[in-house]
């Protein structure tokens, strides 16, 4: 092979008028500052495949870039967060095991273990269409020749959200794949019967709307609202908050779903028209939380509204410090302990010379806001040092589900490891049949699988029975840091394990949103009976509600009225069996009368606002509590 050897001290730059440059200072023939070469841009990176040969094979599904709204296989740009990060670390939980040094010693012994990472672009569609590319033709390569890997694959890590989750799975689960997500905490992901090879290392949502229930409980609410965002997690979530509510005697007063790239501020405008409802818990995407957020910052007067959000609002301080109007917001967290050694291996990984991570650059580029000296996008102001680290964010912590991505790789590979050995035996140089032919053996061996997960030295099953994860909450409440109220921290004030009973809410510590009165219950004993139809108007921890601020509507009346409403429900009810028996059903016109037909509540300027029943022939039997737009 022939070399080349470049005498730098003689290389010379003139121009006109130049007595010429010297090395390293001549001029590059690069995209210039400011400026975005974008005919120079030939990689399609959304279509790369993170990759390294091996005799066993792991498969990886990320988010690395964000989906086109308006086309359903398409993608947008990069993802500052949740993305390359989660890749490096389950990269880094191969090379570990690799090393088989301690604990990892015995997995797949005196075997290289590779993996092929895929971009999923958080559209269900697009990691379909990759999966059976792999699956079938395997990766793609530079020169456009394919290498298979179908034959050494023992299973997948993936995905982050519960839709793509779910997407992947209607086809793993056919080929017998045991898949393992780490950040998809929808319920319906919880049925075997549907997803026979599916686990995570997550808690999934039911959990969730349990501690959920209890913050508002303990707070002594009951007349909330909720908003999700449309898709399995959002869908998901508001269900089981429906049941734990109803189980709870509290009332969902108004359900709104968010759709993506939709106005947000007008989220809030739904959520004025029913005031007392004060408690909003939040179900939405992790990509759509800020928007949502910061729209609803920008509008809301202090004090309005508290919300509780999901996991996937989490622990994000740094998204927060301009959201000033959020302070006494609640939000749940799923939280695994760091690995150290990953934050060590991120320190040391050189971003400038890094070539096999195809994502790495464009990633570190648009997360520091700055560019390297090669890059063919430089339409940012500043230049990134050459030896910049991902660790060198202000404060940097791991992202909350890094953990969760790290340990499902070391779980998949010690149990696929144990089930080679016991189907393949050690000294077998490849996947046999058997590995294939039997894969609930497989899944059984991952299911058992133990782990310090918690790094308190205790090793706990990674699973439940049925395999989804087992980690409890950490309750955290958005405060103002105590040595710089422009400071806003995330206090932890509780936390909601798997066993219930532990469950902890420090009110004492809990600061509330700026000037709002707590509880959040019903208004009037109309609200009530329309949330309690069953009841005696009032759910029975209720002994006084307050109507608009001022009277007070003591027990004794609000049983008075229920009877007489009642009664006169009665007499009305007689009337029209008359009136019907005289003249024939006509249900042409609609309006006031209809049973189905009844006043939601009313709105900011006193006006009745009418919605029709979910009892109502007219409704689906999934359309649950509906929201009815006014002018506002």
């Not at 570990?96 to 273990?113: L, S």
């Not at 999966?131 to 050494?152: A, N, Y």
């Amino acid at each position: 092979m022939l070399s080349l050897t470049l005498d730098t001290s003689l290389v010379r730059d003139y121009h006109k008028s130049s007595i010429g440059k010297t090395w390293p200072n001549i001029n590059r023939a690069q995209c210039l500052a400011g400026q975005k070469c974008s005919v120079c841009i030939l990689d399609d990176l959304t279509k790369e495949v993170l990759y390294e040969d091996g005799d066993i094979i792991v498969a990886g599904i990320i988010p690395i870039y964000n989906k086109d709204n308006g086309d359903p296989l398409g993608c947008n740009g990069i993802r500052t967060s949740l993305s390359v990060e989660i890749a490096e670390a389950m990269e880094f939980a191969v090379k570990e095991v690799n090393r088989r040094i301690g604990k990892y010693q015995n997995i797949f012994p005196g075997k290289k273990i590779g993996y092929a990472f895929i971009n999923s672009c958080n559209q269900p569609l697009v990691v379909q269409s990759k999966i059976l590319e792999l699956l079938q033709k395997g990766v793609l390569q530079k020169d456009g020749t394919f290498t298979p890997i179908s034959h050494k694959l023992v299973g997948w890590i993936g995905a982050y959200g519960s839709s793509i989750s779910l997407a992947a799975s209607q086809i793993l689960s056919k080929f017998g794949y045991i898949q393992i997500a780490y950040a998809s905490t929808a319920a319906v992901l919880s049925d075997r019967n549907e997803h026979p090879y599916f686990m995570r290392t997550c808690t999934p949502d039911d959990k969730q709307a349990k501690a959920m229930i209890k913050i508002i409980q303990t707070m002594q609410s009951n007349y909330i609202q909720v908003v999700y965002s449309e898709g399995t997690y959002g869908e998901g979530g508001r269900d089981a908050i429906r049941k734990e509510a109803q189980l709870a005697k509290i009332c969902i007063r108004n359900e709104i779903v968010v759709k993506e790239g939709e106005v947000y501020y007008q989220i809030l405008n739904k959520l004025r028209v029913n005031p007392s409802a004060k408690i909003v818990i939040m179900f939405l995407r992790s990509h759509v939380v800020d928007l949502v957020t910061s729209a609803i910052n920008e509008k809301m007067d202090y004090g309005e509204f508290m919300f509780i959000g999901s996991e996937a609002w989490g622990y994000r301080p740094d998204q927060f410090q301009e959201k000033k109007k959020l302070v006494g917001s609640i939000t749940l967290a799923l939280r695994m302990a760091e690995n150290d050694n990953f934050t060590s291996y991120l320190g040391d990984l050189n971003v400038y010379t890094n070539t096999h991570d195809p994502w790495l650059r464009e990633y570190t580029e648009k997360k520091f806001d700055c560019y390297f000296n090669t890059s063919f996008d430089k339409t940012s102001e500043n230049p990134c040092n050459e030896n910049l680290r991902l660790t060198d964010a202000p404060s940097f912590k791991q992202e909350i589900w890094t953990p969760f991505a790290l340990n499902a790789m070391l779980v998949l590979l010690s149990g696929t490891s144990d089930a080679f050995i016991e189907l393949c035996g050690s000294g077998s140089p490849s996947l046999c049949d058997q590995f294939r032919l039997k894969p609930d053996t497989v899944r059984n061996r991952v299911l058992q699988q133990t782990f310090d997960i918690a790094n308190d030295g205790n090793e706990i099953r990674m699973f439940d029975d049925n395999g989804d994860g087992n980690v409890g909450y950490r309750i955290y409440n958005i405060q103002r840091s105590p040595l710089d109220t422009n400071v806003l921290i995330y206090e932890q004030v509780g936390q909601s394990p798997l066993d219930e009973a532990n469950f902890k809410l420090e009110t004492e510590t809990l600061v509330k949103p700026d000037g709002m009165v707590l509880p959040a219950v019903c208004p009037n004993t109309k609200a009530c009976s329309e949330c309690f139809p069953n009841e005696n108007n009032t759910p029975n921890d209720v002994r006084e509600i307050s109507v608009d601020g001022n009277k007070t509507v003591t027990t004794v009346l609000g049983a008075f009225v229920g009877v007489l409403t009642l009664a006169v429900t009665i007499l009305v009810g007689c009337i029209l069996m008359m009136k019907r028996n005289r003249y024939p059903d006509d249900d042409t016109y609609l309006d006031a009368t209809d049973p189905y037909l009844t006043p939601s509540d009313t709105n900011r300027d006193g006006n009745t606002v009418y919605q029709r029943s979910t009892d109502s022939p007219n409704n689906s039997a999934d359309s649950g509590i509906t929201v009815r737009d006014t002018n506002i």
